[in-house]
């Protein structure tokens, strides 16, 4: 949080469009209404509709072409300038609001370069789209700043990332760009900081022959729009979910705040889901700076192995690295 405060902007002003609600300025800080209320908009499944934002683009069209292969309701995109022609044999619109009120999407797959992204974001937000998700990395901070400004001031819209792999519901929705010929339709929920070990953690559990039911990639920007706390409250309560594995590294306090939350289900839960741990970066060198925006470790931070006994005093399982997590999960629900 002490990074957040140095960037603060004394005033952010978000001025939209002629129409649209204005939002408000005060201290960054989530609202109760944002943290909870959303929670549900990352259910994807098989009925999820999904729209691109920077649709006729390279990079939207390559991973739209996968995604609809994949099986995912792909309903259409908005490239502006382009609206009123079709892509892909889909409909293009020029705004987001006009894709929303035409054709109703529930989810929007951001595919907009760093520099326009925050925008891109906005609109989604201000056009109540459920589930926005956003993979771009290198955002400037002061336009994250400004984005979650809007999200905490509203109850519709949910985001995830940037700079993250995206969501994915095994065999129904993908909303990214994971791997996704390795995911296994199961009843593992996974949230992860880091992208390639959320991958890893997939393939113990496809290995294991548990698959997963929701995978969450949270990003590794420091200002995500979905946390790892976020992403066990989904689980806790998700009736496909039947274990639960969270991935942390070093930088940030992400892993402290899950490990709180962790301590609460369980003492509270008569029959609490098993969840597996793993944090990243225990072997980094104490002392200095390193690592990408989301997993800054700086002199006097919290280091992995801080956080990995936070989480095992929670009441986690804590692996030392991945491979561990499929066999250690079948474990916990009773498997031999």
């Known amino acids: 949080m002490s990074v957040m405060r140095t960037l603060r902007l004394s005033s952010l002003v978000h ?46 069209t390559s991973n739209a072409k996968d995604t609809i292969e994949y099986g995912t309701k792909v309903v259409g995109g908005v490239s502006p300038g382009k609206g ?18 035409k054709i109703n999407p529930h989810a929007s797959a951001v595919f907009v370069p760093a520099a326009f992204a925050a925008k891109a974001i906005e609109e989604s937000i201000e056009a109540e789209i459920p589930l926005v998700v956003s993979v771009a990395e290198h955002i400037p901070v002061q336009d994250m700043l400004r984005v979650h400004d809007i999200l905490r001031t509203q109850s519709k819209t949910r985001l995830v990332g940037p700079n993250c792999p995206g969501i994915i519901a095994p065999g129904q929705c993908r909303i990214g ?13 996974i949230v992860s900081k880091s992208g390639t070990l959320s991958y890893e953690a997939v393939g113990a559990t496809s290995k294991a022959s548990l698959g997963q039911s929701i995978v969450v990639g949270m990003g590794g920007d420091m200002l995500p729009g ?7 409250r989904l689980f806790f309560t998700h009736e ?8 942390g590294e070093i930088g940030g306090r992400a892993e402290f705040d899950a490990a709180d939350l962790i301590k609460e289900y369980i003492s509270s839960t ?23 925006a989301g997993a800054l470790l700086s002199p006097g931070d919290f280091g992995a192995e801080a956080k990995a006994q936070a989480l ?19 474990r916990l629900l009773g498997f031999s």
């Open 15 to 60: 001025s939209c469009h002629s129409g649209v609600r204005q939002f408000s300025t005060a201290p960054l800080r989530h609202s109760q209404s944002y943290d909870l209320d959303t929670i549900s908009n990352l259910c994807i499944g098989k009925d999820t509709r999904v729209i691109y934002q920077g649709f006729t683009g390279k990079a939207a």
């Open 240 to 247: 496909q979910t039947e274990g639960i594995i969270v991935i």
């Open 84 to 101: 009123g022609g079709t892509h892909l044999g889909l409909p293009v619109f020029n705004t987001v609001r006009e894709a929303m009120e």
């Open 226 to 232: 979905t946390s790892l706390v976020d992403g066990l």
């Open 270 to 292: 008569p029959n609490p889901k098993p969840i597996v741990a793993m944090v990243a970066g225990r072997t980094a060198p104490t002392g200095k700076t390193m690592g990408h």
């Open 312 to 330: 095992a005093a929670a009441g986690a399982i804590v692996v030392e690295h991945p491979g561990l997590m499929g066999t250690t999960m079948r």
């Open 177 to 189: 760009i994971m791997p996704y010929k390795q995911y296994l339709k199961g009843n593992i929920g």
